[in-house]
């Protein structure tokens, strides 16, 4: 129990730190940042309520997502922080880490932090992000950038070759060194600049970008990156929610994507 303390309580120090101690309050109050969840309600002594006050026992500070019925019969799942915890229906056992189905061959515990992905996602205008897509895009994924990132270079370095493969790249802002930093400072100009996607470009090629200050998503993005469970960028997202293994080539992600769109044929029938 020490050591699963030890680890919700390393996941709120995770979602709290996007104002960093000491530094300047002024990125952070330029943008609202993303809205905590709203407490977790159930019926008293339901198993929401039970798996709930469970976790709260444990860290009353963290954010609770969502409590559901888990795969794990007589279990509930809890995402907190941008993880899946189970907790048994009556609140005494907690289990941390992955649920695989051995005759399925998946992680079930994937299911649960898609879906929340994918609504944190919905919740985020077009026109806070900064998007480079072909005509008529097969496919569109979300992408958590930081532009000091060299996998995140990398991968802007080849966004024609990502569009002539009908994959439409929506960016939103991850500058991994946190609010106060030169990184995020310079985000904040890109997101603020006339030109985004030049800005950007210009950025990730390390060159100029003139500083500028306006109202701009970059903190809340930041906070949302956090909520979604993201460990470091770039961060791949699918419409679905589902998290791509960091950096991936072209023709990687496009198969990724088709494998995916199969798998959703498939469940369908």
Not at 67 to 77: H, I, K, M, R
Not at 108 to 120: H, I
Not at 164 to 191: H, Q, T
Not at 241 to 261: C, I, K, N
């Amino acid at each position: 129990m020490k050591r699963y303390v030890f680890a919700l309580l390393g996941a709120f120090s995770l979602s709290a730190c996007a104002q960093s101690p000491g530094a300047p309050d002024a990125a952070a109050a330029a943008t609202p940042a993303t809205p905590a969840p709203a407490a977790i309600e159930a019926p008293a002594g339901s198993p929401a309520a039970e798996a709930r006050d469970a976790i709260l026992s444990i860290n009353p500070r963290v954010s609770i997502e969502s409590v559901s019925d888990a795969p794990l019969p007589g279990f509930q799942e809890v995402v907190v922080s941008g993880q899946v915890l189970y907790v048994s229906n009556d609140g005494r056992y907690v289990l941390q880490g992955s649920l695989f189905d051995a005759r399925e061959k998946r992680d079930l515990s994937q299911a649960g932090l898609s879906k929340l992905r994918q609504r944190l996602l919905s919740e985020v205008p077009e026109d806070q992000r900064i998007i480079f897509a072909p005509a008529n895009p097969k496919y569109t994924v979300s992408v958590f950038t930081d532009v000091e990132c060299g996998y995140c270079r990398r991968l802007h370095e080849e966004i024609a070759e990502y569009n002539k493969r009908g994959i439409a790249i929506e960016y939103l802002a991850y500058p991994r060194m946190g609010p106060g930093s030169d990184d995020f400072r310079l985000m904040e100009s890109v997101w603020c600049a006339a030109d985004r996607k030049k800005a950007l470009t210009d950025a990730k090629a390390g060159r100029r970008v003139d500083s500028k200050a306006c109202e701009n998503p970059v903190a809340a993005h930041y906070a949302l990156g956090q909520r979604a469970g993201l460990t470091g960028t770039p961060m791949i997202i699918a419409a679905d929610g589902t998290q791509m293994p960091g950096y991936m080539p072209p023709d990687q992600l496009l198969e990724a994507l088709q494998r995916l769109d199969g798998e959703a044929a498939g469940g369908s029938r």
